[in-house]
T-cell receptor, first 110, second 115 residues
Framework: RKEVEQDPGPFNVPEGATVAFNCTYS??????FFWYRQDCRKEPKLLMS???SGNEDGRFTAQLNRASQYISLLIRDSKLSDSATYLC???????????FGAGTQVVVTP | AAGVIQSPRHLIKEKRETATLKCYPI?????VYWYQQGPGQDPQFLIS???????DKGSIPDRFSAQQFSDYHSELNMSSLELGDSALYFC??????????????FGPGTRLTVT
């Protein structure tokens, strides 16, 4: 069983709509969390670090629920360029290696 | 802003050959991580270095070795290549290791194909 689990999707979203999806993590010792986006055959790009109080960056909002061990990402006013795979990532140990979820695919349609 | 540089971007090797992948971290970053991403899979951690010392080791085969040099660049050496080694290899860098580790930024990757 993977340490970080995500719904693979795809989430088909009309342009301008809002989409939200979660991931769950199994290791309660996980210290830090991130959302990366990955376009086909490209490198993961850091989208957001997820802070315990939740944080917002423009159209993107991330929430962390430590009690239930899940992280969420919400995208408002979806753009065609938001189409990508969103990787939920946890960092458990102090040396920083990242544990990736399998990714959630988002497809924004005109 | 300067990003992580990886070379080569594409590499084709035959079985049992060796390959060397290079990674140049973002300037002033002192920690380097290597990840392997197979087709349709998420990135898997291989190994990391902080201040030129190995800091952590993941699912790296014994046929692979890596090091970080005095200028902080890192090389991943892969020997006796197998078909299953075909994958994207990403290097990521961050500022600080241990409890001070910050966000990791990924390079564009090296696509290795073993035939």
């Amino acid at each position: 069983r993977k340490e970080v689990e995500q719904d693979p999707g795809p989430f088909n979203v009309p342009e301008g709509a809002t989409v939200a999806f979660n991931c769950t993590y199994s290791n309660s010792a996980s210290q830090s969390f991130f959302w990366y986006r990955q376009d086909c055959r490209k490198e993961p790009k850091l989208l957001m670090s997820v802070y315990s109080s939740g944080n917002e960056d423009g159209r993107f909002t991330a929430q962390l629920n430590r009690a239930s061990q899940y992280i969420s990402l919400l995208i408002r006013d979806s753009k065609l360029s938001d189409s990508a795979t969103y990787l939920c990532v946890a960092r458990t140990d102090s040396w920083g290696k990242l544990q990736f979820g399998a990714g959630t695919q988002v497809v924004v349609t005109p | 802003a300067a990003g992580v540089i990886q070379s080569p971007r594409h590499l084709i090797k035959e079985k049992r050959e060796t390959a060397t992948l290079k990674c140049y971290p973002i300037p002033r970053h002192d920690t380097v991580y290597w990840y392997q991403q197979g087709p349709g899979q998420d990135p898997q951690f291989l190994i990391s270095f902080y201040e030129k010392m190995q800091s952590d080791k993941g699912s790296i085969p014994d046929r692979f070795s890596a090091q970080q040099f005095s200028d902080y660049h890192s090389e991943l050496n892969m020997s006796s290549l197998e078909l299953g080694d075909s994958a994207l290899y990403f290097c990521a860098s961050s500022l600080g290791g241990g409890t001070a580790a910050y966000e990791q930024y990924f390079g564009p990757g090296t696509r290795l194909t073993v035939t």
